[in-house]
């Protein structure tokens, strides 16, 4: 994708602090962090968002992203962490290359990731279960 910025950050055409490089992602230091540490783990091959991202990516990514949490709890003292993957518009993505959020958490922090519960119904739980099939 020629003008991704974050096809350019991960294969290094722009300049980040990269906490971990290897042959298929790049995990640096987001430039609006939420909290102390906030980065971001960013394959260097262009998929727009969770959907498009190929499944052997898929699986690594989840292995960096827990390695990277564990240097993030061990250098930094974080009391928590918060993994957040934003796809879409209407779900806060802005960037649309795809990008895990990790997000150092320490005690009231004020960092706002979070959201209003509201309540499931017998009505909705039944049309979810009816409408959504996973298979793998
Ligand atoms: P999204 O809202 O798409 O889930 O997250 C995009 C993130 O990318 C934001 O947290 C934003 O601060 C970060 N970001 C945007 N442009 C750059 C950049 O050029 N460099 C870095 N390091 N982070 C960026
Ligand atoms: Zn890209």
């Known amino acids: 994708m020629d003008n991704c910025i974050f ?7 722009i300049p980040s602090a990269a906490l971990y490089e290897d042959d298929d992602f790049k995990v640096i230091l987001d430039l609006g962090p939420a909290a102390k540490g906030h980065s971001l783990l960013i394959p260097k091959s262009h998929a727009a968002n969770l959907y498009e991202l190929p499944d052997d990516l898929a699986q690594k990514a989840i292995l960096v992203a827990k390695k990277t949490a564990a240097a993030l709890r061990d250098g930094l003292g974080c009391d928590g962490l918060n993994l957040v993957q934003n796809n879409g518009e209407a779900a806060g993505q802005t960037v649309f290359h795809f990008h895990m ?3 150092p958490r320490y005690k009231n922090d004020g960092a706002g990731v979070s959201w209003k519960p509201g309540k499931l119904t017998d009505e909705e739980k039944e049309e979810i279960l009816s409408r959504v099939k996973v298979s793998l």
């Open 7 to 13: 096809c350019k950050i991960a294969n290094g055409e």
């Open 101 to 103: 959020h990790l997000i």
